[in-house]
């Protein structure tokens, strides 16, 4: 195949990322969002709150970066940050989705986009950090918004959460931190999340 049917082919493949569903539903409750729904929303997140962003931080690479943080879901699934047998084995199964998955694009571009990836995983600059908050504040607006269904329907606790935004709340800009923190309190109080 030469390069331009090469990136066609690729193009198609990643479109089964629609079909990948999450377990956060939209905000309105009334359908699971899917893997691609939520690495769009994360890029919206991006531009949105880029003012929060660490210092010099370049937001067209984190965004290229939310792109394709999720594409190896094609092939690994998604995993349920709560999941914990499923965590087991996500690294291996997403580092062998990568190879697939890149190796259908031209050579410098396939490799392009997986450092991508592995930027993301190592979370080790402004950028990665940024994006990763933001993979962690998402669902926790979206469980919120739902009256945390999700977070009631799979028995998850304040302290669950608190965990797996860590990252968000410990390297996020002040406000932020405070805003999900506040968020978490507010869910407990209204029953949306257990104690």
């Known amino acids: 195949m030469d390069r331009l049917e090469k990136q066609i082919s690729f193009l198609l493949e990643v479109d089964k990322l629609k079909n990948v569903l999450r377990r956060s539903s939209v905000t309105d409750g009334s359908r699971r969002e899917n893997s691609a729904e939520h690495s769009w929303h994360l890029c919206m997140f991006a531009l ?3 003012e ?3 210092e010099d931080t370049d937001i067209s690479h984190v965004i290229k970066m939310l792109l394709v943080h999720d594409l190896v879901e094609v092939y690994a699934g998604d995993t349920y940050l709560y999941d914990e047998e499923g965590n087991k084995t ?3 199964r997403e580092h062998d989705a990568a190879d697939k998955l ?4 031209p050579d410098g571009q396939g490799e392009d986009m997986k450092q991508l990836w592995y930027e993301f995983e190592r979370c080790d600059t402004n950028e990665a950090l940024f994006a990763n908050a933001l ?5 926790i607006l979206l ?5 945390g269904s999700i ?11 608190e965990e797996h ?3 968000l709340t410990r390297l996020s800009h002040p406000k932020l931190k405070s805003f999900v923190l506040d968020l978490l309190k507010n869910a407990v109080e209204n029953g949306y999340l257990k104690g």
């Open 52 to 54: 929060y962003a660490p």
């Open 151 to 161: 977070w009631l329907e799979n028995n998850i606790t304040v302290k669950n959460v």
């Open 48 to 50: 949105t709150l880029a």
């Open 143 to 147: 469980n919120y918004a739902n009256k």
């Open 102 to 105: 890149y190796s259908l694009l």
């Open 165 to 167: 935004a860590y990252r």
């Open 135 to 139: 993979d962690r504040l998402q669902p």
């Open 90 to 92: 996500k690294s291996k």
